[in-house]
């Protein structure tokens, strides 16, 4: 399984962005796909989860209403739009992928990482 993000960016408060990640390397029926954030100097935190087939999201207290997750089941890719951004955002977001997992907001369960896109948000 690869897993390459992109859609980074320097943004400025209130400002928006979509990370995207492509998936391949397998199919992803009943896998989970997830998206985590390391701000420097904290520990990684979870941010959001669709699940592949069902299509439930999971979102973090942190950003429910702000930041959508979504999947191109064709073209296997996962999004996630980001709106209202805060300083609070800025993170290197990582996603990640993992078969049939029950707990999506711990990142031990996940399986595959890709490697990550900075988002810094910054007047």
């Known amino acids: 399984v690869q897993l390459q993000a992109s859609g980074g960016g320097l943004v400025q408060p209130g400002g928006s962005l979509r990370l995207s990640c492509a998936a391949s390397g397998r199919t992803f029926t009943h896998y989970v796909m997830a998206w985590f954030r390391q701000a420097p100097g904290k520990e990684r935190e979870f941010v959001s989860s669709?699940?592949?087939?069902?299509?439930?999201?999971t979102y973090a207290d942190s950003v429910k209403g702000r930041f959508t997750i979504s999947r191109d089941y064709a073209k296997n890719i996962v999004y996630l739009q980001m709106n209202s951004l805060d300083p609070g955002d800025t993170a290197v977001y990582y996603c990640a992928a993992g078969y049939s997992i029950v707990v999506v907001t711990t990142g031990s369960r996940y399986a595959h990482w890709g490697q990550g896109t900075q988002v810094t948000v910054s007047s």
């Open positions: 669709i699940r592949w087939t069902a299509g439930t999201t």
